[in-house]
């Protein structure tokens, strides 16, 4: 029997935070000065089910932003006119970018940008904080020490790392108190590594949840740019399917894995957030994501 695999229901991040749902709203491209517009947008995504909201220092360096903590800074601003909007969310940020370093995540730098990303976002907590990048110079020992402070000291609730290997995880796990209970790939149906380089293995082996960036490939998928002719087609076919489009479909499919990662969506239009919410009422099997994975990689399963 073939059954549905998406899972719809909220993921379970820890004890100490609300569960979230199985989309969450990105904020790298939340770079619009229209404060009204940016209220707008966060308000449906939580409608929607989003409460997971994901920022970072380093957001607002590129895409037209004003520069390093625009994107912090203009959800500090929301913040301060609809104070409500914070308790609907899971908030959460990343630090240890700093251009051109490019990485610092020694103990003086991570606890200044952790305490600087307090101040732009207008708030006194952090419900999850992540190290961005993994600095390579940085013992995970140092980069642990602060950490534990940041959460021993009320400025953090949870902790997470993006981009990070397994074994980088691994290490910084080993000298963490508290648990990592987040990781944040790149996942999509362009981009399938975490299904064989060990991250998704590791989320179901420790029970992380995957928080899945870049689940559109930037949004190739929903324009088909540089994406292969033999995927369109197998995603076309679905969505024609399901009754939604093609991105919902490109969604819908990160949503499956039996991990049950958090698709990241980093769109800053109201009626593309409602678009992909249906990505949670998609019916896709075995048969399915199995078929995009082949036309993804261009080859048969062996």
Same mark, same amino acid.
């Given at each position: 029997?073939?059954?549905? !695999? ?10 100490? &935070? =609300?569960? #979230?749902?199985p989309l969450a709203f990105g904020l790298w491209r939340y770079t619009n000065t229209d404060l ?14 989003? $409460? ?17 903590? %625009?994107?912090?800074?203009? *959800? ?8 409500? &909007?914070?308790?609907?969310?899971? &908030? ?11 990485? $610092? ?15 732009? /976002?207008?708030?006194e907590k952090i419900d999850l904080y992540q190290v961005h990048r993994p600095d390579m110079y ?7 020490? #602060? ?11 949870? *902790? ?11 290490? *910084?796990?080993?000298?963490?108190? $508290? @648990?990592?209970?987040?990781?944040? +790939? ?5 981009? !399938?590594? +975490? ?14 949840? @995957? !928080?899945?960036?870049?689940? *559109? %490939? ?9 994406? @292969? ?7 076309? $076919?679905?969505? /024609? ?16 894995? =039996? ?13 593309? !957030?409602?678009?992909?919410?249906? %990505? ?23």
């Open positions: 029997m073939d059954t549905n !695999l998406v899972k719809s229901d909220s993921r379970h991040l820890c004890e100490e &935070l =609300p569960s #979230v749902g009204n517009h940016a209220t707008k947008l966060l308000e449906t995504a939580i409608d929607l089910g989003m $409460n997971l909201v994901d920022n970072a220092d380093v957001y607002g360096f590129d895409w037209g932003g004003s520069g390093f903590g %625009a994107c912090e800074e203009l *959800l500090g601003q929301v913040f301060s006119k609809r104070p409500e &909007l914070r308790d609907r969310i899971v &908030l959460a940020t990343k630090g240890g970018i700093q251009p051109p370093t490019p990485y $610092n995540s020694s103990s003086e730098y991570l606890r200044k940008a952790c305490e600087d990303s307090l101040r732009r /976002m207008n708030v940085s013992h995970p020992a140092e980069v642990a020490f #602060v950490l534990d402070g940041l959460v021993e000291e009320g400025k953090v609730t949870a *902790l997470g790392v993006s981009n990070h290997s397994p074994s980088q995880i691994t290490a *910084l796990q080993e000298h963490l108190r $508290n @648990p990592l209970v987040v990781v944040q +790939p790149e996942f999509s149906a362009t981009h !399938l590594d +975490p299904l064989r380089d060990g991250i998704l293995d590791l989320c179901a082996e420790k029970d992380l949840v @995957p !928080l899945a960036w870049s689940p *559109l %490939a930037g949004g190739k998928l929903a324009t088909g740019e540089g994406v @292969p002719a033999e995927l369109i087609e197998v995603l076309d $076919n679905l969505a /024609m399917r399901e009754s939604v489009d093609r991105a919902t479909i490109a969604i819908a499919f990160v949503l499956a894995h =039996p991990t049950s990662p958090v698709a990241i969506l980093g769109t800053q239009r109201v009626e593309r !957030l409602q678009a992909l919410s249906e %990505a949670t009422r998609v019916s896709l099997t075995r048969s399915d994501v199995y078929e995009i994975v082949q036309a993804s990689e261009g080859v048969p399963l062996p």
